[in-house]
């Protein structure tokens, strides 16, 4: 028997409260800081963050503990390699850990170790570093060599933001304060081998959001909740007529 639309919409506003309830596990979230190859003999931070108790932060790379004593801050760890060489290249990942028990593991950064030989890309963004939230924000990184790509970096990202053929556009739509952050970016060129140019001046981006906006959202959000809750009463007493006293 087919049931009543009312009733599979109440099932599915059971659904979600369930799976909001639901207790999930810690995770860790890893970037670089900053963000973006590095040279020979440059530095960079691994940063790691995890709202996790009783438990400390460890650093692998490929699959063997790095010997680092990170330095902490509140729910974060951030493990610095200085004076890097080839050798510190490769995959990074954190463990959170209760002696040797695993309570929580990242993703994988990888640190990517090459000379610079590029000239320094200038990034830019229009309107401007402070925008209204809802806003199109457009990226432009360029730099003085036409065969480069460019990759835009958002310092708290895993992996780069976007990529770019030199000169090219990258557009944010409708932004949200989930944009806000420090932004760069950094070109190469593919040949017989890599050549890379420093990491661009960051950049901040504030979006501020419009008090009158929220409200009108809130509403729009309480609007939606009780039009579920009717929806859910119009089910019960649906049924409770075809069921009958007991």
């Known amino acids: 028997m087919m049931l009543p639309v009312t009733q599979v919409l109440a099932f599915g506003v059971w659904l979600v409260a369930q799976s909001t309830a639901t207790a999930r596990g810690p995770t860790i979230s890893i970037f670089l800081k900053p963000p973006g190859t590095i040279p020979p003999r440059g530095s960079t931070t691994i940063c790691c963050s995890c709202e996790c108790d009783n438990g400390q932060f460890v650093l692998y790379r490929s699959g063997g503990r790095v010997n ?68 199109d924000v457009v990226s432009h990184c360029n730099i003085a060599y036409p065969r480069a790509g ?48 420093a990491v661009s001046k960051t950049l901040d981006l504030m979006v501020r959001v419009c008090f009158r906006a929220s409200v009108v959202r809130l509403r729009l959000e309480a609007g939606v909740l009780l039009l579920l809750g009717l929806i859910v009463a119009e089910a019960m007493c649906s049924h409770r007529r075809r069921t009958g006293p007991h």
């Open 68 to 135: 680092t004593l990170p330095r902490l801050h509140s729910s974060r760890a951030e493990f610095s390699i200085s004076n890097v060489i080839q050798g510190d290249a490769g995959g990074y990942h954190c463990h959170y850990m209760d002696e040797d028990t695993v309570l929580a593991r990242s993703e994988t950064v990888e640190v990517l170790v090459h000379e610079f030989h590029l000239p320094e890309p200038v990034l830019s963004v229009l309107p401007g570093h402070d925008v209204v939230a809802g806003a």
């Open 150 to 197: 460019c990759f835009l970096y958002l310092e708290g990202w895993v992996r780069e933001l976007a990529f770019l053929s030199n000169g090219a556009d990258y557009k944010l739509s409708r932004v949200r304060k989930g944009y806000e952050g420090r932004y760069s970016c950094q070109c190469f060129v593919r040949g017989a081998l890599f050549e890379w140019s």
